[in-house]
């Protein structure tokens, strides 16, 4: 069976890890949101990749989520010596050593997609990893600070503010011009199904959505949806400030009709949102929580049956 998900970072990347116990023989293709990467001190940090890569491939801290397990902060602390004003962004110092290693590569003139794929030779995720897009795309977050409106990026708004100054508005520079990554509709095309797993349906699904030609390839496709909001609230982090910033209600049913019967076949909910309807999509209530990879198995082996592969 080949399947093909997209993904955003910590949701993504714990589904995938149910999924790729659920179907250890099936050829996953994960197409990752780079929305979210920014350029500190001359690196380039990609998230969304980084928190997948590392999960898939037994390398994440799996308290905090993202970064590397047995972290030391040392680099960090010295930065914060200096009184450099980024260090609310935390870069580990094994973590360092991936940005050293994309920053060469980058330099030398790979393109993401490439230097993604030398990456994850070490970590053997057990997947292909695709960033969405080679081409350079940054979410910003329209915000009112300091009396004045302003757009900062993603990182600031979410990490620095803990999201926490109302989004006015949410855009993906540069996404409308960005092309997929070499690879990723190839493989929408070969898919025998497409999921999206419980990631933010803004920041993450989302802005992979709104890469020329991800949403039309997906059309002609068995997509089935889980949903990241269960019982009025995203399980963790801070969803419900990007739905708000986008009119759409904190539920998951409100969320699956934002994705609405043009993207979606199926669109699975928890079993306390049982009753949610989306019009033109099969909805199906099963325990969403993500407690551990047993949990999410079930959960992958739920949508591939509501899929009917
Ligand atoms: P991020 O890039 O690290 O924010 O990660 P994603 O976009 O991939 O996923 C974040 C979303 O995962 C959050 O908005 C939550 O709503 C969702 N989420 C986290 N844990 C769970 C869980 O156990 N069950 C479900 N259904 N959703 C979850
Ligand atoms: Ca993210």
Redesign the pocket.
Known sequence: MRIVAL?????????LQGLRAAVPEAELTVVV?TG?DITMYGLRIC??LD?VMYTLGNGIDTDR??GRKEETFVVKDELAAYDVPTTWFGLGDRDLATHLVRRTMLDAGFPLSQVTAALCARWQPEATLLPMSDDRVETHVMVELDGTRKAIHFQEWWVKHRASLPALAIVAVGAEAATPAPGVLDAVDAADVVLL????PV???GTILQVKGIREALRGKTVVG?????GGS??????DACLDAIDVETSAEAVGRHYGSELLDGWLV?TVDAGATVPGVEVRAVP????DVQA?AA?ARAALELAGV
Do not use: E
Not at 7 to 15: L, M, P, Q, T, Y
Not at 226 to 230: Q, T
Not at 288 to 291: D, K, P, V, Y
């Open positions: 993904a955003g970072g910590i949701g993504g990347a714990r589904f949101n979210d998230p969304d928190t989520g993202w797993p419980p990631s933010n920041v993450s699904i889980l949903s990241p909001i269960v995203p399980v963790r982090g801070m969803a928890d969403l929580l993500m407690t999410t959960m």
